[in-house]
């Protein structure tokens, strides 16, 4: 009997630490189901820091990265602005030059008429009191040449003498200063030329004045 009533009052401490094992391994159950799930993880939860760190610390990332771009474009833009400038001003010195001596070639070749003109014109002053019959015909030849070598230079560069008689009235290309009787010719047709007209590629740059036939009435 006495060891029965041992026994018995040996069961209530067993018990007793049965149940407190038990709370305690259901607290760490717990626990671990609440870390798995985030239930536990509030904002003082010392384990966000690093996670805050890591978020700061690539804000930053982008922050410096940004700038960096921004003074790389801004650089850039500075350079296509100076580069857009230095063109401009070479295409406007370029402009001018071409204003200026776009008509070089041109003066060179009439240097040579020049050239023609000087000649001849000593060539008779020696002549005049010897031969003044020889004196004027180098004048005869040096003007002939001249006017042969100005008819070559206007073509080269462009400039052509109209030769309109014969051919319809123009107002694009002829001026009338008067009219002539139609004979053997079509009214309306150019029958003299007072001023030649001249060309330039195809565009009338001085009108020829001539005299247009019309019918007579008798």
């Known amino acids: 009997m006495a060891a029965g009533r041992s026994a018995r009052r040996c069961i209530p401490p067993l018990l007793r630490r049965f149940r407190s094992d038990r709370d305690l391994l ?21 384990r966000d820091e690093p996670r805050h760190l890591l978020d700061e610390n690539t804000s930053e990332h982008k922050t410096v990265k940004l700038e960096e771009q921004v ?7 500075q350079k296509a602005l100076t580069d857009s400038e230095n063109v401009r001003r070479r295409t406007q010195k370029f402009v001018e030059d071409a204003k200026l ?9 009439l240097v040579e008429v020049a050239d023609i003109l000087e000649k001849t014109t000593e060539n008779t002053i020696e002549g005049k009191h010897n031969d003044p019959d ?15 070598k100005l008819q070559s230079i ?17 107002p694009y290309d002829h001026k009338i200063v008067c009219h002539v009787p139609a004979e053997g010719m079509k009214p309306g ?14 565009r009338t740059i001085r009108h020829a004045q001539v005299g247009v036939a019309v019918e007579t009435q008798e």
């Open 26 to 46: 259901f607290a760490f159950s717990t626990a671990a189901q609440q870390r798995s799930t985030g239930d536990d993880c509030g904002p003082e939860d010392p």
């Open 71 to 77: 003074r790389d474009l801004t650089v850039r833009y």
């Open 101 to 109: 001596f776009g008509i070089q070639s041109f003066c060179k070749d």
């Open 134 to 148: 020889s004196a004027l015909k180098k004048i005869c030849e040096g003007l002939s040449l001249i006017e042969s």
């Open 154 to 170: 206007f073509i080269k560069h462009g400039l052509q003498k109209m030769n309109p008689i014969g051919g319809k009235y123009d």
């Open 189 to 202: 047709t150019v029958a003299l030329v007072t001023l030649d007209g001249y060309k330039l590629h195809g």
